[in-house]
């Protein structure tokens, strides 16, 4: 994953001149799980008929210019990154919630992960 190439595509769009704001998620595998559990690994695994819907979805709100999401796949350790997210819009306004309500249906209803416990 290479967030610096994720948002050079953003800047070679003919439309950047309406971007005012860039946000970028970079989801990484931690060493706990959300009960505190020590995790050794996860293994990931993509829907991306499920991660396109969303995005087409949340592409269609006001300022919005372009989304684009990479998800790592497969099995990966702590420390790995897991999940980006980058989001261009005009405003922060228009830009942050999208990131965030994009973020999640995508955590919820387009990447599936099974935590490997040590």
């Known amino acids: 994953m290479d967030m610096n190439a994720l948002i050079g595509k953003i800047k070679e769009r003919d439309d950047y001149h309406k971007v005012g ?7 990484v595998v931690r060493e706990t799980s ?3 559990s020590p995790v050794s690994s ?15 979805e949340q592409k269609t709100r006001p300022g919005i210019v372009d989304i684009l999401v990479e998800v790592n796949e497969g099995l990966l350790n702590v420390g790995d990154d897991l999940l980006a997210i980058v989001v261009a819009g005009d405003i922060r306004e228009h830009v942050i919630p999208v990131l965030t309500d994009t973020l999640n249906a995508i955590k919820a209803k387009g990447t599936h992960k099974q935590e490997n416990r040590q």
């Open 34 to 36: 959300r009960d505190g």
């Open 21 to 27: 704001m860039i946000l970028c998620h970079n989801g």
């Open 42 to 56: 996860v293994h990931v695994r993509a829907d991306w008929q499920a991660i396109n819907s969303v995005v087409a």
